[in-house]
C-alpha cells in the first residue's frame, strides 16, 4: 500500500468540484475566458458609447430636418444626455477591469462578466433598433 504524505490535501477523486478547481487547465480556462469576455465587453461598451456620444448629435440633427413623429424607444435614446452616458461606460470599464484585481473567486468573476455582456449585447440592439432603423425608414419615405 503506497503511503502517503499526511501534509498534503487529500482530494477524493470522486469529487468533482474539488478536482475541477485543482486543476491547472481549469484554472487556465477561467482565466483565459474571463479576460475574453471582459474584452468582449469593454468593445461593446466603448461602441455604445460612440454611437450615443459621437453619432447622437447627427441623428438628432437629421431626425429635426425631417419633422416627423419618431419611435418612442428613439425619442427615449435622444433624449439621454451625453454625460449620463459616459459616465456610465466609465463605470462599467472600470468595474469590468476593477473586478479581475479585486474579486479572487473566479465564479462570481465568471457571473459578473456573463451580467455585463448581457447587457451589453442588450444595449447595442436598442440602439440600432432605436437610431438606425428610424433613419432608415425615413430615407425610404423620402425617395
Not at 477524493?12 to 469576455?37: M, Q
Request: glycine share 4%; net charge negative; aromatic share 10%.
Amino acid at each position: 500500500m503506497p503511503t502517503r504524505d499526511i501534509t498534503e490535501p487529500h482530494i477524493d477523486p470522486t469529487d468533482r468540484e474539488a478536482t475541477r478547481l485543482t486543476n491547472p487547465v481549469y484554472g487556465v480556462a477561467t482565466i483565459v475566458g474571463s479576460i475574453v469576455t471582459s474584452v468582449l465587453v469593454i468593445v461593446q461598451l466603448i461602441a455604445a458609447f460612440l454611437a450615443m456620444v459621437v453619432f447622437m448629435p447627427s441623428f438628432t440633427a437629421i431626425f429635426e430636418d425631417f419633422d416627423t413623429e419618431l419611435p418612442l424607444l428613439t425619442r427615449w435614446l435622444i433624449s439621454i444626455p451625453p454625460w449620463l452616458t459616459g459616465t456610465a461606460t466609465i463605470v462599467l470599464i472600470l468595474l469590468v477591469i476593477g473586478k479581475e484585481f479585486v474579486i479572487h473567486d473566479r465564479r462570481i468573476t465568471l457571473t459578473i462578466n456573463l451580467v455585463l455582456l448581457f447587457v451589453s449585447f442588450f444595449w447595442i440592439p436598442l440602439i440600432v433598433f432605436g437610431l438606425f432603423l428610424p433613419l432608415v425608414t425615413l430615407m425610404e419615405s423620402v425617395m
